[in-house]
């Protein structure tokens, strides 16, 4: 039964990067008769230039009947002046919120190739193998009242709102915990909880929840502690889960882990494995329209759907080995330059 895939290219280097992953999507399509149909649809800044709207109706139902979304990236320079509701990072949360998305993956992975492109020591980071679990539709990207109000005094106040359902917090720890044990067995919840009260009960939960989950070892680590442990000795960590904000910055920071920002994919998927599979960096207006932008992430993302969607694992294994043999051949010219 043939399969739609809908691809989202987005802004800025978006559209560059996922010409690249669409060519690999395609091959494997034609060589292993996968039947997929890819359907294009606006997204973020594109969509508003188009619709006026960051997530057109159109693109909503794309996505809806798709079974798997590839995007590439939303924002840019142009749209920066737009009220916050309207702009095209409206679009991807509203994506990810319409879908139910919630449990987002990141693997942060050091090909052995890229152990001197890192800003770290190489032996800091060799054999780095970290999959941090961002919660994905919660927290202080979703939560009401938000806003810039003016006070009584006709000073500007600007509010936002960190808000955990008990729920949210269990069904994100228990994809958490189910990871840890296809890993190493090690999970390390990330919170806030000597100030915050919503990662005070974040704690809790995922406490409560590592009783089903025996075999896992569970640990919990403040994050401005482990913003400092990522940089310090990564290779302590195996599987991070955390809030949505956290997990945002967390791995950002983690790819830098890798040697590039443009080497980490993401599956972001809902209860039922449907998932949206995107690079974790943004749209790079800086490099954009220059075709230097660094596609591996996003073509990597494809192969977490071959993985997490299509239930082709042995795809999924050979999009990796192409990439590692590309960084072999690339880095081993650079090193005779
Ligand atoms: C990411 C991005 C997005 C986020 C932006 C573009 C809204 O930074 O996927 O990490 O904050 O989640
Ligand atoms: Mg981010």
């Given at each position: 039964?043939?399969?739609?895939?809908?691809?989202?290219?987005?802004?800025g280097i978006?559209?560059?990067?996922?010409?690249?992953?669409?060519?690999?999507?395609?091959?494997?399509?034609?060589?292993?008769?996968?039947?997929?149909?890819?359907?294009?649809g606006?997204?973020?800044?594109?969509?508003?230039?188009?619709?006026?709207?960051?997530?057109?109706?159109?693109?909503?139902?794309?996505?809806?009947?798709?079974d798997?979304?590839?995007?590439?990236?939303?924002?840019?320079?142009?749209?920066?002046?737009?009220?916050?509701?309207?702009?095209?990072?409206?679009?991807?949360?509203?994506?990810?919120?319409?879908?139910?998305?919630?449990?987002?993956?990141?693997?942060?992975?050091?090909?052995p190739?890229?152990?001197?492109a890192?800003?770290?020591?190489?032996?800091?980071?060799?054999?780095?193998?970290?999959?941090?679990?961002?919660?994905?539709?919660?927290?202080?990207y979703f939560?009401?009242?938000?806003?810039?109000?003016?006070?009584?005094?006709?000073?500007?106040?600007?509010?936002?709102?960190?808000?955990?359902?008990?729920?949210?917090?269990?069904?994100?720890?228990?994809?958490?915990?189910?990871?840890?044990?296809k890993?190493?067995?090690?999970?390390?919840?990330?919170?806030?909880?000597?100030v915050?009260?919503?990662?005070?009960?974040?704690?809790e939960?995922?406490t409560?929840?590592?009783?089903?989950?025996?075999?896992?070892?569970?640990?919990?680590m403040?994050?401005?502690?482990?913003a400092?442990?990522?940089?310090?000795?990564?290779?302590?960590?195996?599987v991070?889960?955390?809030?949505?904000m956290?997990?945002?910055?967390?791995?950002?920071?983690?790819?830098?882990?890798?040697?590039?920002?443009?080497?980490?994919?993401?599956?972001?998927?809902?209860?039922?494995?449907?998932?949206?599979?995107?690079?974790?960096?943004g749209?790079?207006?800086?490099?954009?329209?220059?075709?230097?932008?660094?596609?591996?992430?996003?073509?990597?993302?494809?192969?977490?759907?071959?993985?997490?969607?299509?239930?082709?694992?042995?795809?999924?294994?050979?999009?990796?080995?192409?990439?590692?043999?590309?960084?072999?051949?690339?880095?081993?010219?650079?090193?005779?330059?």
């Amino acid at each position: 039964m043939s399969k739609t895939i809908a691809i989202l290219p987005g802004d800025g280097i978006g559209p560059e990067i996922i010409v690249e992953a669409v060519k690999v999507l395609e091959i494997l399509n034609i060589l292993f008769e996968l039947e997929l149909q890819l359907e294009e649809g606006l997204i973020g800044g594109a969509a508003i230039d188009a619709t006026g709207q960051p997530l057109p109706p159109e693109t909503l139902e794309l996505v809806k009947k798709a079974d798997a979304v590839l995007l590439g990236a939303v924002g840019g320079p142009k749209w920066e002046s737009l009220d916050i509701a309207n702009r095209p990072e409206k679009g991807l949360l509203g994506l990810r919120s319409e879908l139910e998305l919630f449990a987002n993956l990141r693997p942060a992975l050091l090909f052995p190739e890229l152990a001197n492109a890192s800003t770290l020591k190489p032996e800091v980071v060799k054999g780095l193998d970290i999959l941090i679990v961002r919660e994905l539709t919660g927290g202080i990207y979703f939560g009401q009242p938000r806003g810039i109000h003016a006070l009584d005094n006709g000073e500007l106040q600007g509010f936002n709102t960190l808000i955990y359902n008990e729920s949210e917090i269990e069904r994100i720890a228990r994809i958490a915990f189910e990871s840890a044990q296809k890993r190493q067995k090690r999970l390390c919840s990330v919170d806030k909880a000597n100030v915050l009260e919503a990662t005070e009960l974040w704690r809790e939960i995922v406490t409560r929840v590592s009783k089903d989950y025996p075999n896992v070892q569970l640990t919990h680590m403040y994050v401005d502690n482990a913003a400092m442990q990522l940089v310090r000795a990564p290779k302590q960590f195996d599987v991070i889960v955390t809030t949505n904000m956290f997990g945002d910055i967390l791995s950002d920071l983690a790819s830098q882990l890798t040697g590039s920002i443009g080497m980490l994919p993401s599956a972001s998927l809902d209860a039922n494995n449907k998932g949206m599979y995107e690079p974790i960096h943004g749209s790079a207006p800086d490099i954009a329209g220059q075709n230097i932008a660094n596609p591996l992430a996003t073509i990597l993302s494809v192969a977490m759907m071959l993985r997490y969607s299509l239930n082709k694992p042995e795809l999924a294994n050979l999009i990796e080995d192409a990439v590692s043999q590309v960084l072999r051949v690339k880095c081993g010219v650079l090193a005779t330059l």
